[in-house]
Antibody
Framework: EVQLVQSGAEVKKPGESLKISCKGS????????IGWVRQMPGKGLEWMGI????????RYSPSFQGQVTISADKSISTAYLQWSSLKASDTAMYYC????????????WGQGTLVTVSS | QSALTQPASVSGSPGQSITISCTGT?????????VSWYQQHPGKAPKLMIY???NRPSGVSNRFSGSKSGNTASLTISGLQAEDEADYYC???????????FGGGTKLTVL
């Protein structure tokens, strides 16, 4: 069974750093792209970027380029999303997804990681 | 502002059919057969319902169907059931640097 299991909810202060994770299982982790999708409170879905764990090829949405870093450790089948300096506007639910390229659909979703940034 | 345009809400009675539209441009919906649809219940992760315009993943009810005409894709749900009440999002590959665009979402209410 394909699963993407994300790390737990986080509460941080503005300016702090954060790295959340997404562990894949039940499939060949290095053969599929992993993507990240943001959902701000009460809002819609936003595509952030993707990584191919096989060679760490990474693409970002222009809206998120420079704001976050996507990485992966294929030895432990885990992808990451990290911030170096959080802002209150980063408060959102973040989902990792198994991302088909170029078809751009997401057939498996993690359960989501809620990030709350507040002073 | 979302890349793709969806109605904010639609409603229907049990047993009826409804259609949700998703309008883009020739750079996304109109240019590629890479439109997908997601269902999201409150507090849950989205679920893939349709991919590549009209394909259903295994396990998705055949009451859900997708189509496309020009720059507009559509999701049709027939035989509405109470459990279909949810938010629905379309997405498409786009030739812009964004790679993927989402619609703003449509809230389906089953009356």
């Amino acid at each position: 069974e394909v699963q993407l299991v994300q790390s737990g909810a986080e509460v941080k202060k503005p300016g702090e750093s954060l790295k959340i994770s997404c562990k894949g299982s039940g499939y060949s982790f290095t053969s599929y792209w992993i993507g990240w999708v943001r959902q701000m409170p009460g809002k819609g879905l936003e595509w952030m970027g993707i990584i191919y764990p096989g060679d760490s090829d990474t693409r970002y949405s222009p809206s998120f380029q420079g704001q976050v870093t996507i990485s992966a450790d294929k030895s432990i089948s885990t992808a990451y999303l990290q911030w170096s300096s959080l802002k209150a506007s980063d408060t959102a639910m973040y989902y990792c997804v198994r991302h088909w390229v170029p078809a751009a659909h997401f057939d498996y979703w993690g359960q989501g990681t809620l990030v709350t940034v507040s002073s | 502002q979302s890349a793709l345009t969806q109605p904010a809400s639609v409603s229907g009675s049990p047993g009826q059919s409804i259609t949700i539209s998703c309008t883009g441009t020739s750079s996304d919906v109109g240019g590629y057969n890479y439109v997908s649809w997601y269902q999201q219940h409150p507090g849950k992760a989205p679920k893939l319902m349709i991919y590549d315009v009209s394909n259903r993943p295994s396990g998705v009810s055949n009451r859900f169907s997708g189509s496309k005409s020009g720059n507009t894709a559509s999701l049709t749900i027939s035989g509405l059931q109470a459990e279909d009440e949810a938010d629905y999002y379309c997405s498409s590959y786009t030739s812009s640097s964004t790679l993927v665009g989402f619609g703003g979402g449509t809230k389906l209410t089953v009356l």
